[in-house]
């Protein structure tokens, strides 16, 4: 059995190249329960979950990751979510009928974009690069290659138990060393692993499969699991952005205002006291003196 829900990292002892494997097996239920996926979507967003992990554990911040996949296809939108703490969220839009066909079939004249939104930082980090592969996996290796120019190889695979994901990367600030051929060998024998052991087999298997050759350092078991980061705080913020004309508007229509989490399907609700309060209770904030 695998270990479910969970990230490890490990290192080529003398070669400088890192790794990452992640299985998700509740955090991806969560995501499947809420909303019912056609089996190409269903798939495609498991991957895209697994890569979102594992891209979250190379980055050293404190926030989230937005993860987005867009363009004029058949399927229209994927997003997942993946804070620093390994919290995720996910969800895609799709019209009509979905065909098995390539992510770049599916998604059309598409865009992917990795957002950084750092939790004690005002200054968001994006970078947007047009949609080239056939599948997740080397839509993200061009990422990296074209935003990040490191040297990445990703294997995933999803199905509707699990989603798994493996990452190598070579790290760019550690000295060469006299195996020259330890990066093409990595993902040669990377390479052989099938998408039914990825998501089947324990990392300590997957790494013994593979490089049983190699000196392999593997670190512990990081956990992973679904959180949305929805709340009514955040849904009284968006509405008073809105303004108090268009949310009088909504209550002369409706009669309430009614506001669903796409994510996680929580319902939020305000009547007209509620609305009333959203303007009337805002917090004070004391004038800023200015000197002349």
Not at 42 to 54: I, P, S, T
Not at 140 to 164: G, M, V
Not at 170 to 195: F, M
Not at 204 to 216: F, G, K, P, V
Request: charged letters at 25%; hydrophobic letters at 40%.
């Amino acid at each position: 059995m695998t270990s479910g829900d969970s990230l490890q990292c490990f290192i080529f002892e003398h070669a400088p190249i890192r790794g990452e494997i992640v299985h998700l097996d509740t955090t991806w239920h969560a995501v499947l329960e809420r909303r019912d996926y056609p089996p190409r979507v269903r798939d495609v967003l498991g991957e895209l979950m697994a890569a979102a992990a594992l891209l979250t554990s190379t980055l050293k911040f404190e926030g989230r990751l937005i993860m987005q996949l867009q363009g004029r296809g058949p399927v229209r939108l994927l997003v997942v979510e993946c804070s620093s703490d390994r919290t995720m969220r996910a969800i895609a839009q799709w019209d009509g009928e979905v065909p098995d066909a390539p992510l770049s079939e599916l998604v059309g004249d598409g865009r992917l974009a990795v957002t950084i939104d750092p939790q004690k930082s005002k200054e968001r980090y994006q970078a947007i690069v047009n949609l080239e592969g056939h599948t997740v996996a080397e839509a993200f290796e061009n990422y990296f290659a074209r935003s990040e120019q490191l040297d990445t190889r990703l294997w995933l695979a999803s199905n509707p138990k699990q989603a798994a994901g493996m990452l190598l990367q070579r790290l760019p600030d550690k000295p060469l060393t006299d195996d020259d051929d330890a990066w093409g060998r990595a993902v040669h024998l990377g390479s052989t692993i099938t998408r039914e052991e990825l998501l089947a087999l324990p990392v300590r298997e997957i790494i013994h499969r593979l490089y049983h050759e190699e000196d392999i350092c593997l670190f512990s078991r990081m956990p992973v699991s679904f959180r949305c980061s929805c709340s009514r705080d955040r849904v009284e913020s968006v509405l008073r952005m809105l303004g108090h004309g268009e949310i009088h508007s909504i209550l002369a229509e409706q009669g309430m205002v009614r506001v669903d989490c796409e994510y996680c399907g929580s319902r939020y609700e305000f009547d007209r006291i509620d609305a009333e309060q959203l303007f009337t209770n805002l917090p004070n904030i004391p004038a800023t003196r200015t000197r002349h």
